[in-house]
């Protein structure tokens, strides 16, 4: 498993791939935070596959008194949950494509499009009908 300084560095090397023009307003930029985060839809009793972590977010905030604007977050504790027994040049995709899927969101917020969360919105409905009683 990468250690976190090594995603770190990972995260930065990948951020450096994409294009400058998609940071436009991305004012909090990216931060790689050591928490596990579970989805709130996650049953409290749920162990292993029923887990549902959360590996990457998009702020939006209001940047009015304190607020940090638009950023991604990255959770390395919920990445080593899901990924960290696959071997480094693996995890290294993966965090480009929780890195994208972010910006992504970015994107959309910007153009005022929703299709991707629309998207996210139909995934926990699968996953609350698997899992959640």
Known sequence: MITFEEAGAMLDEIAE????????????????LPDVKIHPESPEDARGPENLYIVGEYHNE?????GLGR???VYYGSFVKLFGQIGPK???????????????????????????????????????RKFVK
């Open 71 to 73: 950023y991604i977050a």
């Open 90 to 128: 693996n995890q290294k995709n993966e965090l480009r494509r929780v890195l994208i899927h972010e910006f992504t969101h970015h994107l959309e917020s910007l153009a005022g499009e929703h299709g991707l969360e629309i998207k996210d919105a139909e995934t926990i409905g699968r996953y609350r």
């Open 17 to 32: 791939e994409i294009p400058g023009e998609f940071y436009r307003e991305l004012n909090g930029g990216i931060f790689l």
């Open 62 to 66: 209001r940047t009015g008194y304190g």
